[in-house]
């Protein structure tokens, strides 16, 4: 079977066609991120459904859906298929009849950076990539400096200097070059690009300027499908920085609707952020369509510490289309639900899963979630990974 669907690049803004041979960025006419697009049809009567998903190897299993072409170049640590959860406590709380957690926090790494970062370090390889650079606000750096040592190649991150410890030291020990910067991943960003000037060779591989890491994020919407027979929730709630899950998981809507896997049903996507970075709500509030940077962005969930997406479009336009909406939640709320949700169900959420509860609480507060609506909400990584936020957090549950 053809390993890969693969058909070429296609620029999300202006629609101009790039090879997906090639190594690219962003769109080479407007600069805007480029998303990959396979041969659905010809998928849709090569493919089994039921054949792939009994397949292991966790998101590899999608390999037909997925960007990278030979087996060699598949840079694997262990990925698994990520438990969907139950939480009947905190749903009884919340006045709900069904919530689930997907838990990304059982991925290398700790979080789910490691769908994109297994994708992007893959398929960088294959095209002949040895040298890697990232701005992160933690995670990601954590997840690329991982499979960059599996795959044999240079990683480079730059992180703020304020970064959960976690992060810092997962980076060196997998022997990455770290960079701390002050300031957001904004600051650290900048920095990048400056050194990038005297080493025009390394790759770029923030999210959503080159076209991987998106696939990677995808590969949560195909299991939800297939951990939910094909019957999507009526409601995702996803803690919301760079956005890449969230369009990922929409662009995975679309493919399987086309594979004639699912309906056209979609669920309402509801994006959460901290009140202390909330460019994307702010936005979402406004009627904009892009969001404008977030000054002195500050919060405890460092994932969503992004004053300004590069895709933001993408992320209010997947938002609106699906009827969702955007919800700010303060710090203290969300590491207070973090904590209830691991005193009730047994599930210590991250900080900013504790945010996508602190979420639904609002929503559900609004009226803008029914009793018997089916709701999945992201814990995007470990809870471990961040013991200085609960370790001075003051919040106490009940
Ligand atoms: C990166 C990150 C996020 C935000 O993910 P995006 O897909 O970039 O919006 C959320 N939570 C954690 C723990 C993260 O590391
Ligand atoms: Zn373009």
């Not at 970062?117 to 701005?135: F, N, Q, Y």
């Not at 795959?151 to 997998?174: Q, R, W």
């Not at 080493?199 to 998106?214: A, C, G, M, V």
Request: net charge neutral; proline share 5%; hydrophobic share 40%.
């Amino acid at each position: 079977m053809t390993a890969t669907f693969v058909k070429h690049l296609e620029c999300s803004i202006c629609a101009k066609e790039h090879s997906a041979r090639e190594v690219h960025t962003v769109c080479s006419s407007c600069g805007k991120s480029l998303l990959v697009r396979y041969d659905l049809p010809a998928a849709r009567s090569a493919l089994r459904k039921d054949e792939l998903r009994s397949r292991p190897g966790g998101f590899w299993k999608y390999r037909p859906l997925l960007p990278v072409e030979s087996d060699d170049a598949v840079t694997s640590l262990g990925e698994c298929v990520t438990p969907l959860v139950a939480v009947p406590e905190t749903a009884k709380r919340l006045g709900l009849a069904e919530l689930w957690v997907k838990d990304e926090g059982v991925l290398p790494t700790g979080s789910f950076k490691s769908r994109g970062l297994a994708m992007a370090v893959s398929r960088a390889r294959e095209l002949g990539v040895t040298e890697l650079c990232i701005p992160s606000a933690g995670n990601a750096g954590g997840a690329l400096a991982a499979y960059a040592s599996r795959a044999g190649l240079k990683s480079h991150v730059f992180m703020p200097d304020d970064t959960p410890a976690a992060n810092i030291v997962e980076c060196h020990a997998y022997g990455a070059e770290v960079e701390l910067v002050r300031g957001t991943i904004s600051d650290a960003a900048a920095a990048m690009a400056q050194k990038r000037a005297s080493h025009p060779h390394w790759f770029d591989i923030s999210t959503l300027k080159e076209p991987y890491r998106l696939e990677g994020k995808k590969t949560m919407g195909y299991e939800l499908a297939e951990q939910l027979q094909d019957e999507l929730p009526d409601v995702i709630v996803y803690p919301t920085g760079g956005g890449t899950g969230l369009i990922g998981m929409w662009k995975a809507f679309e493919e399987m609707e086309r594979l004639g896997w699912i309906g056209p049903q979609r669920p309402r996507m509801i994006s959460v952020q901290s009140s202390g970075c909330a460019p994307i709500v702010r936005a979402f509030e406004a009627g904009q369509d892009r969001s404008e940077f977030w000054e002195n962005a500050a919060t405890v969930a460092s994932g969503l510490r992004v004053p300004r997406a590069f895709a933001d479009h993408l992320i209010l336009d997947a938002v609106r289309k699906s009827g969702g909406s955007a919800v700010a939640v303060s710090d203290d709320d969300l590491l207070r639900e973090a904590l209830h949700v691991a005193a009730d169900d047994g599930l210590f959420l991250c900080p900013e899963g504790g945010a996508a509860v602190a979420a639904l609480k609002v929503l559900r507060a609004r009226s803008q979630i029914r009793s018997d609506e089916r709701v999945v909400v992201f814990n995007t990584a470990s809870a471990l990974k961040y013991v200085e936020a609960f370790q001075h957090c003051s919040v106490i549950p009940r």
